[in-house]
Every structure is written in C-alpha cells, then in structure tokens.
C-alpha cells in the first residue's frame, strides 16, 4: 500500500501544473487515497503505469480529452460505459431537527446530504469553495445556476449553507435574481444562512437586498431562526436590516418566546428595544413570560416582569405561570413569582390550584412555599383537598407537611368529582388505603381521619385485598365491622364477603366486634330454599314463588354457595359458630354441611343445645366487652378463652 507521505508528494507534483478545477482538485482526502492505492497496485502488476492520467482540457465546463491523447488506462476491471453517468443527480434530503421549546417541538432546518460521487460539478465546486471552477462552470453554456436540484436546492443555498462567502458573491453578482429564490421548503438563502449560523453570508445576503421577513413553510422568518440558535450577532443584524419582531411562527410562537425559552438576556433586550411586545400569546395562550416559568429560566422572567409582562397570564386551559413552575419543580421561580405577588388562588380549567400541581409534584419545598398563600377557604370551593392528592399519588412527605398546615383530615371530594370514581370514594384515608401505604394510612388516622364515612368503605378495601395491616388499622381506630353497602344490600357485614377466604382476617374481625349472629339469621328456616339468583336484577328481593317474605338483601346462606366460596363452607362455619350461642341452621347451610363426611363434626357443634362454656364465654363479652376483658381478674387461660385464643379449657 502506497505510504501517505509518498502519496503527498505524488499528490503535490501532479497537481502543481493543473488548474483549479483540476482532475484532482475535487477529490477528497480519501478518494486520493484510494486512487493511489489502485494505481500503486496497478503498477506493480504492469510495471509501467503512470499514476499520472491524460492531460485534460477544459471545454464549455466538461474536462475532454485533446485529439493527440491516445486511449486512457483504467485501472478498474470495469470498462467504461457507453453513455457517460448523468451527473444531474440530486442527494438526499435529510431534516436536521432543532430542540426548540414548545414542549420539545423544535423547527426543521433542512440540509442535503448529497455524496460525491451524486453531487452536481456545480455544487461541488460550491461545497469546496472553488471559486475558480464555479466561475468556469458558470461560464460554460451547458451550466445554469437558476436550475435547482431535485429538492430544490439552487446554487446560492448550497454556498449560504456551506459558509462560501466568496462563491455567494459571485452568484449574486452572475444572478441578482436569485437572492430570495426558495427551496422546495420556502427556505430562501438567508434563512438557510441563519440556520446554518453563517453570519458572513447572511450580511452579504441582507447587503444585496435579501427579505429579513421571508419565512419557510412553518412561518418561521431569519429572526426567529437566529433565537432560536440563539445567536445575538445573527439577531443584531437582522434587527439592524428592519426585521419585524412580531412575527409568528404557524404555533403562534415569535422571537421573544424562543429567545425567552433559551434564557438569552441579551437577545431578549434586543426584541424589546426593537419593539417586540413582552405578552404575545401563542396558539395556546402561552405568552412568553409563561414559557420562562415552564422551562425555569429565572433571567428571561425577570426581565419580562421588570418590563411590564402580566404575571398572572393564563393559557388556553386556565393554567398561569405559578401552575408551570409548580408543576416542573422549579421552586426558585415559584419563589420569584410569589415575592411579585403573583396569585395563588386561581384556578386552571381542571379546577386545580398551584398547591394542588406543587402536591402532585411531590415537592416539599414547593409545598411549604405555596401553603401560606393559598386559602383554604378557596382550597374547599375546589371540591378536592391537597390531602386527597397527596394520598393518591402517594407523596407521605407532603402529606405530612399539609397535616401539620392544618388542612381537614375528613375533607371529601365533591359530588362531581367523587362521581368519577365507580366506588364514589371522597376521602385521602379511602385513596391512601387503596394504594396500600401503611405508612399514609396511619398518619390520616393518628391526626382523626374517620374511617368510616365512604360509602364503601376502606376497612372493606383493605380486606378484599388481604392487607392484615391497614385492616388492623382501621378497626383500632374504629372502622365499621358491621357496616353494609347500600348499592349491594346484605343481611350480614359486607366485609365477611371479602374476608372469609382469609380465615385469620375472618376470625380477628369476629374477635373484634363482627356479628356472627347475622350469618344464621335465614328467611326460610328448614323449609326448601328458592333457586339462587345470580342476576343483579334478583339482588335485594329474593323470595320464592309460595309467597314467603323476601329478604332485604343477600343472605349468609346464599352467599357461602356461591361456587367460589361453598368448598370453604365447613371451616367458615366452624369459626362462626364459637361466636354465636344458640342458633339454628337452614336448610341450605345443613346441605353444605352433609356434602362432605369430613364436616359431621361441625354440624355437632351446632346441635342444641350449645355446651354451657360457650354460652357464658358469650353472655361475658356481650356485658364486659371484648376490650375490657383483660382487666378482668381472671387467670390468663379463662382471659384467652374468653378472647377466643384457645378452643377449650379443662377445669
């Protein structure tokens, strides 16, 4: 292989007696290379090649061989076609996306990626800055630089965007006409100048009389394009050529919001001098004091506010500058925004207010900022406390810090919003207790959240999810065992439907208060039970069709035959039964009991009359209560027993 210094130098004698626009000169580093390879190989093969090629004239822009050449040698194995390539070949088009603000939705600047062996002599020569070639190429009468490419990319785009000030001022010299010609994009040269960040070019450009005003397709004009590569010289110029400020893009952005969001100072003090207004709203009422709150840059905002800009501006969905800030967490833009006595209490269109946004975000410092100017008067017109946000996104510190404030424990949604919910919850101990988080729960519950105004109540949450600990919980600060549903009617507690499956949940909220006794209460005694009903149209109004009462809603026995539950009949039963005293078994809970052979005990334990241990152990507890039972004094094993921790005692 050819070294690279000997290539250099082989490069260098070759090229010294050749033009500009030389068979070499448009090569790159790497094509010399690898033609020296070639030719290097091809040498050693026939011993006699020159790495030299022909001579080459130049004729009306094309290189021709002279009449005396004799037939050139290729060092390819391929010979040459008959028709010669069509170099009217455009690249391809490529988008080159700017992260602008606006949520990330940044403004295409397009560039042509075109390789050289598809690139147009003409733009080559552009590209490399062949001032020399270009003119030739011009010249000749088989080159116009008014015909674009593919894409429609003319000559005077290729050097703005190439930074070829000299090949710019040529064309602008050979065609005047060009100067605000557009691509297929509605690009004229300077915007592709601007884009490209080419100040040079674009002074020549606005010199020679180019439009500052001309947009793209997106109504995006040279200036808007110069903040937003947030380039003060690019700005300043186009300032000084008569730009209008005001413009706006097809999102309703201008300048100003652009250079706001990139926290450039200086520009912003440009646009204003230059008459650009400090409260242009976009498409989406977002003015640019709004966008500085939204992407945290402290600067621009305190500019803007400084220059008149409406602090408490809202957008289309209601949201001001202290919503935004809250809701990204820039706490030193709350605080800014708070000493300027921006507005706490309003209110965006979801009828949300900034301590709600500041809760969801889980920031305490932003919290503790917005508590004290925030009323708690117009947190409760909200119909949704901080609390229940708080609980629901599971923020425990913020929760916390909102408890100590003094915000209502007990505080429910509004019908509306509790109507959202299929459940109807209203309460952060409900949201707390469905998200499971003990740590939550507790708190709530130590600083006198009531567990039992839902209407499905948490205690029934927390056991149809088998969370022993939140159930714990709730029934010692005094959740409802007893309490039913009014939408699902049962004779019994509602809970003992989601508990039974879980005998040690089952038998800790007999223990603690649930009426066993309900569970053998039954309309139809022995007598023939009617067909189970599994329809919600039946729900609430079973009976048969002899006329006996109904019920007023399900029933025990109707419920433990469900198929999910009935294999479990025997063992729920058995735990039932050390609660109660007396009590007689339906028809329906007997068959249960005679389906397995392996249960005849319990239907003993049912028979009449109960031993006498049970009875008092029922009457004791019936009088005492199951909380004072250990001050009783009685040995420890009768306290056990009375408090169902053993199954018998001897005497």
């Given at each position: 292989?050819?070294?690279?210094?000997r290539l250099?130098?082989?490069?260098?004698?070759?090229?010294?007696a050749?033009?500009?626009?030389s068979?070499?000169?448009?090569?790159s580093?790497d094509?010399?290379?690898q033609?020296?390879?070639?030719?290097s190989?091809?040498e050693?093969q026939a011993?006699q090649?020159?790495l030299?090629?022909?001579?080459l004239k130049?004729?009306?822009?094309?290189p021709?061989?002279p009449?005396?050449?004799?037939a050139?040698?290729?060092s390819s194995?391929?010979?040459p076609r008959?028709?010669?390539?069509?170099?009217y070949?455009c690249g391809?088009l490529?988008a080159?996306?700017?992260?602008?603000g606006?949520?990330?939705?940044?403004?295409?600047?397009?560039r042509f990626a075109?390789?050289?062996r598809?690139e147009?002599?003409?733009f080559?020569?552009i590209?490399m800055?062949?001032v020399?070639?270009l003119k030739?190429l011009i010249?000749?009468?088989g080159?116009?630089?008014m015909l674009?490419?593919?894409?429609?990319?003319?000559?005077?785009?290729?050097?703005?965007?190439c930074d070829?000030?000299?090949?710019?001022?040529?064309l602008?010299s050979?065609?005047?006409?060009?100067?605000?010609q557009r691509?297929?994009?509605?690009e004229?040269?300077l915007?592709?100048a601007?884009g490209?960040?080419?100040?040079?070019?674009?002074?020549?450009?606005?010199e020679n009389?180019?439009?500052?005003?001309?947009?793209?397709?997106?109504?995006?004009?040279?200036?808007?394009k110069?903040c937003e590569?947030?380039?003060?010289a690019?700005?300043?110029?186009?300032l000084n050529?008569?730009?209008?400020?005001?413009?706006?893009?097809f999102?309703?952005?201008?300048a100003l919001h652009e250079?706001t969001?990139?926290?450039?100072v200086?520009?912003c003090?440009?646009?204003?001098k230059?008459?650009?207004?400090?409260?242009?709203?976009?498409?989406y009422g977002?003015?640019?004091?709004f966008?500085a709150?939204?992407?945290?840059q402290?600067a621009s905002?305190?500019l803007?506010?400084?220059?008149g800009?409406d602090?408490?501006?809202?957008?289309?969905d209601g949201a001001?500058?202290?919503?935004?800030a809250?809701?990204?967490?820039?706490?030193?833009i709350?605080?800014f925004?708070l000493?300027?006595?921006a507005?706490?209490?309003?209110t965006g269109?979801a009828?949300?207010?900034p301590?709600?946004?500041?809760?969801?975000k889980?920031?305490?410092?932003?919290?503790s900022m917005?508590?004290p100017a925030t009323?708690k008067a117009r947190?409760?017109?909200t119909?949704?406390?901080?609390?229940?946000v708080?609980?629901?996104?599971?923020r425990?510190d913020?929760?916390?810090?909102l408890?100590?404030?003094?915000f209502?424990?007990?505080a429910?949604?509004?019908?509306e919003?509790s109507?959202l919910?299929?459940?109807r919850?209203?309460t952060?101990l409900?949201?707390?207790?469905a998200?499971?988080n003990?740590?939550n729960v507790r708190a709530?519950?130590?600083?006198g959240?009531d567990?039992n105004?839902?209407?499905f109540?948490?205690?029934?949450v927390?056991?149809?999810?088998g969370?022993?600990?939140n159930v714990?919980l709730?029934?010692e600060?005094?959740?409802?065992i007893?309490a039913r549903?009014?939408t699902h009617p049962t004779t019994?507690?509602?809970i003992?439907?989601f508990?039974?499956k879980?005998?040690?949940?089952f038998k800790y909220?007999l223990?603690n208060?649930?009426?066993a006794l309900?569970c053998?209460r039954?309309?139809y005694?022995n007598?023939p039970?009617?067909?189970l009903?599994?329809?919600?149209?039946?729900?609430?109004h079973?009976g048969d069709?002899?006329g006996q009462?109904?019920?007023?809603g399900?029933?025990?026995?109707e419920?433990?035959s469900?198929?999910s539950i009935?294999?479990w009949a025997?063992?729920?039963?058995?735990v039932l039964?050390?609660?109660?005293?007396h009590?007689?078994?339906?028809?329906r809970l007997?068959?249960?009991?005679?389906?397995?052979?392996g249960w005849s005990?319990i239907?003993?334990?049912a028979?009449l009359p109960?031993?006498l241990?049970q009875?008092?152990r029922?009457?004791?507890?019936?009088?005492?209560g199951?909380r004072?039972?250990t001050s009783?004094p009685l040995?420890?094993s009768?306290?056990r027993f009375?408090?169902?921790?053993?199954?018998s005692?001897?005497f």
């Open positions: 292989v050819l070294s690279f210094s250099s130098a082989i490069m260098a004698a070759d090229t010294a050749l033009d500009d626009y068979a070499y000169g448009d090569l580093d094509e010399l290379l033609l020296a390879i070639h030719r190989l091809d050693a011993g090649r020159s030299r090629p022909p001579d130049v004729s009306r822009g094309q021709v061989a009449e005396q050449q004799g050139a040698h290729y194995p391929n010979p008959e028709k010669p390539p069509d170099l070949v391809h490529s080159q996306v700017s992260d602008a606006q949520g990330g939705q940044g403004s295409r600047v397009h075109v390789s050289l598809e147009e002599p003409l080559q020569a590209r800055g062949h020399g070639r030739a010249a000749s009468a080159t116009n630089p674009p490419s593919k894409p429609g990319w003319l000559a005077i785009h290729q050097a703005a965007c070829q000030e000299e090949c710019l001022r040529f602008l050979a065609q005047p006409g060009m100067i605000n691509t297929e994009h509605a004229t040269a915007l592709v601007v490209s960040e080419n100040l040079r070019c674009a002074q020549l450009l606005l009389g180019a439009d500052p005003d001309a947009a793209n397709r997106d109504h995006e004009t040279p200036l808007y110069a590569r947030d380039h003060p690019l700005v300043a110029l186009l050529h008569g730009a209008a400020v005001n413009t706006k893009c999102q309703g952005w201008t250079a969001c990139r926290n450039n200086e520009i003090q440009m646009l204003l230059a008459g650009g207004k400090h409260s242009p709203a976009d498409n977002i003015t640019p004091l966008t709150a939204q992407s945290g402290l905002l305190r803007l506010v400084k220059h800009a602090i408490n501006t809202q957008a289309a001001t500058a202290l919503h935004e809250a809701k990204n967490g820039h706490a030193d709350v605080e925004l000493s300027q006595k507005d706490a209490n309003i269109k009828g949300l207010l301590l709600h946004v500041a809760t969801r889980g920031s305490e410092a932003l919290v917005l508590i009323s947190v409760r017109r119909g949704i406390s901080p609390l229940h708080a609980a629901e996104h599971n425990d913020v929760l916390e810090i408890i100590r404030a003094g209502d424990v007990n429910q949604l509004c019908e919003r109507r919910y299929e459940d919850r209203s952060a409900y949201l707390a207790v998200n499971d003990v740590d709530l519950l130590d600083a959240a567990p105004l839902d209407v109540g948490p205690l029934l927390a056991a149809r999810q969370w022993i600990e714990t709730l029934v600060h005094g959740a409802d007893n549903i009014p019994f507690p509602a003992f439907m508990s039974m879980y005998l040690p949940m909220l223990d208060g649930g009426d309900s053998f039954c309309v005694g007598g039970h009617p067909p009903q599994t329809t919600r149209s039946h729900r609430g079973l069709p002899e009462r109904p019920t007023a399900v029933q025990f026995c419920m433990i469900a198929p009935s294999r025997g063992p729920i039963l058995d039964l050390d609660y109660v005293g009590v007689t078994l339906c028809s007997m068959e249960h009991l005679d389906s397995y052979d005990v239907k003993d334990k028979a109960r031993r241990l009875l008092c029922i009457r004791i507890v019936q009088l005492v199951r004072r039972l009783l040995p420890g009768l306290i009375l408090q169902h921790r053993e199954a005692l001897d």
